[in-house]
C-alpha cells in the first residue's frame, strides 16, 4: 500500500469517531506545520481563521510546549479569550490535545465530539494514529489532486500542504 492510501486509511474513521471535527498539524516549521488535515465545520474555520484565534488557542500553546496528551476539560482555565467556550458554541464539547516531536519534527492534533469526553483507551489510539500520520508525511513532498480528491470526500481538508 503507497503512503498516500495509508494516510487515507487512518484519516476515514477519524471522521466519523470524531462528529465534531479534527485538526492534525503534521511537522510545524517555525509557525506553520507543513500538513494540516481538518474535518471542522465551515462556519468554525472561517471564524477560527478570521479572527485569529490560534494565537489564543489553549490547545495549540499546550501541544507546542508538551508531548503526550491532555483532555481540553483540563486547559479551560488557562482559555483566556474563551476559544474554547466558542468551539463548544460550535458543536466542539469535549476534546483532546495530542503532541509529539521526533528529532525536532513536532506534530500536534486536536478531536472534538459534543457528546461525552474521549476516554483513555481512545487517546491512546489516536496517539497511535497520529505517530503513524506523523511519520508517513516526514518525507512526503507532493501530494496528488487525487488525494486531495479523496480527503474531501471524507468532508476532510488540508491546508498548507504541498500540492502535486
Known amino acids: 500500500m503507497d503512503r498516500l492510501a495509508r494516510i487515507s486509511e487512518v484519516l476515514a474513521p477519524?471522521?466519523?469517531?470524531?462528529p465534531a471535527g479534527f485538526a492534525i498539524a503534521l511537522h510545524f516549521n517555525y509557525a506553520a506545520p507543513k500538513y494540516l488535515f481538518q474535518s471542522y465545520r465551515t462556519d468554525w474555520m472561517d471564524i477560527y481563521s478570521r479572527e485569529g484565534l490560534v494565537l489564543h488557542d489553549p490547545t495549540v500553546?499546550?501541544?507546542?510546549a508538551h508531548t503526550g496528551s491532555?483532555?481540553?476539560s483540563a486547559l479551560?482555565?488557562?482559555?483566556?479569550?474563551?476559544?474554547m467556550a466558542r468551539a463548544a458554541e460550535h458543536g466542539m464539547r469535549f476534546?483532546?490535545?495530542?503532541?509529539?516531536d521526533t528529532n525536532g519534527s513536532r506534530s500536534v492534533a486536536n478531536f472534538a465530539r459534543p457528546?461525552?469526553?474521549?476516554?483513555?483507551?481512545?487517546?491512546?489510539r489516536l496517539g497511535d494514529d497520529l505517530a503513524i500520520l506523523h511519520g508517513l508525511t516526514a518525507t512526503l513532498e507532493t501530494v496528488t489532486p487525487q488525494f486531495h480528491d479523496s480527503l474531501r470526500r471524507m468532508s476532510i481538508h488540508l491546508t498548507r500542504g504541498p500540492k502535486g
Open 14 to 18: 477519524l471522521r466519523a469517531a470524531y
Open 61 to 64: 500553546r499546550w501541544g507546542l
Open 70 to 72: 491532555v483532555r481540553w
Open 76 to 83: 479551560d482555565p488557562g482559555d483566556e479569550a474563551g476559544v
Open 95 to 100: 476534546g483532546v490535545a495530542l503532541a509529539l
Open 115 to 124: 457528546d461525552h469526553e474521549v476516554s483513555a483507551p481512545e487517546i491512546a
